[in-house]
């Protein structure tokens, strides 16, 4: 039965795709017309009214994109595990007229993503974009790292991305649809010390491309948003550029086309856009915003 419905298949031409000339050996199936969406009007990314998670958003670059989704009108919780920054991300945000929630926890702990989620669904009527920012490395290269080490980074990163998308799915699909972005690194494709890191930011970019499949029925696109090295006040690179002057000079004079790092506004509006229904067609895509870097090691 199966085998004469895909006979009977093949011998259909799609429509549009002559079935004679230079185009004729083209069988590949074509995709269903896109719904019009432009109307010549300008790019406003409608995020106004929208509600976002973003984890670790006290400060760093899950903050700079909390802010600019308020930005955009949208009302967001963030969470953190330090009370006093968080306290301080609340304040600038509920300075941009918009409604917010922080929410003091730490990620890893059993059942604290879903309780940040809910909590902040509760509060704000919803959730609508979902951002899995928290991440970060334990442990050194391959023989200075535990079985600990790795499966703290894997934590830290990968499985708190995958608890914060399927804590947000019940609340996005309450409101018919969503947008999730996990924030990845180059370092899921380019290679360099640390392969705990790299290994578990490889492992979010696989799970958007897989999610995107298995959201779509819901109208949930799940997308990975891959930062280069980024420069902020008491950030990793600055307290490296203090420790380090000439290996960090030598780093940044190799490895960026633009002399410089990136900047935590130049991702969080990379993600604001993602996020956005102007990104409609992108679905499961892992989007670069590094300046064209090489290696992400200064070693
Ligand atoms: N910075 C870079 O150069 C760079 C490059 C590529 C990718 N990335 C990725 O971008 C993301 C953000 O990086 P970042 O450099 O901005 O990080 P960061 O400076 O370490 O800030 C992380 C944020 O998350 C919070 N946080 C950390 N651990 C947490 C936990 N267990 N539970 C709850 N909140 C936690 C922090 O607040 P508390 O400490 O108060 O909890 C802070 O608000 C990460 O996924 C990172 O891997 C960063």
């Given amino acids: 039965m199966l085998q004469v419905s895909v006979f009977s298949l093949s011998l259909k031409p799609y429509v549009g795709v002559p079935t004679s000339g230079p185009s004729s050996k083209n069988t590949l199936p074509r995709p269903a017309a896109a719904e019009p969406l432009y109307t010549g009007a300008a790019l406003d990314l409608g995020l106004g009214g929208k509600v976002a998670v973003v984890t670790g958003a006290s400060r760093g670059i899950g903050r700079s994109i909390a802010l600019r989704l308020a930005a955009e009108g949208a009302h967001v919780g963030i969470c953190g595990r330090t009370a006093d920054t968080l306290e301080q991300t609340l304040t600038e945000l509920r300075s ?39 991440g970060g490395s334990s442990g050194g290269e391959l023989l200075a790292s535990s079985a600990e080490d790795w499966a703290r980074t894997f934590e830290l990163n990968l499985f708190h991305a995958v608890r914060t998308i399927r804590a947000s799915v019940p609340h996005m699909r309450a409101r ?47 997308n ?36 410089r790092l990136g900047s935590p506004d130049e991702v969080a509006d990379a993600v604001a856009f993602v996020l956005s229904d102007r990104a409609a067609w992108i679905n499961g895509a892992n989007i670069p915003v590094d300046g064209a870097q090489g290696r992400p090691s200064a070693f």
Avoid: C
């Avoid at 640390?194 to 799970?207: M, P, V």
């Avoid at 960090?248 to 960026?256: D, I, L, M, S, Y």
């Fill in 96 to 134: 941009r007229n918009v409604r917010a929630h922080a929410v003091v926890t730490d990620v890893r702990l059993t059942g604290e993503v879903e309780r940040f989620v809910d909590e902040v669904a509760a509060e704000l009527g919803g959730v609508d974009l979902a951002v899995a920012n928290v």
């Fill in 224 to 259: 990975t948003v891959s930062p280069g090295s980024i420069m902020f006040v008491d950030g990793a690179w600055e307290r490296f550029r203090a420790a380090q002057p000439d290996r960090f000079a030598e780093f940044e004079r190799r490895e960026f086309p633009w002399g």
């Fill in 176 to 222: 018919g649809g969503g947008s999730a972005v996990s924030i990845a690194s180059i370092s899921g494709w380019k290679p360099a010390p640390r392969a705990q890191y790299g290994a578990a930011k490889a492992g979010e970019i696989f799970l958007a491309s897989a999610l995107a499949w298995e959201l779509a029925p819901y109208r949930i696109r799940v």
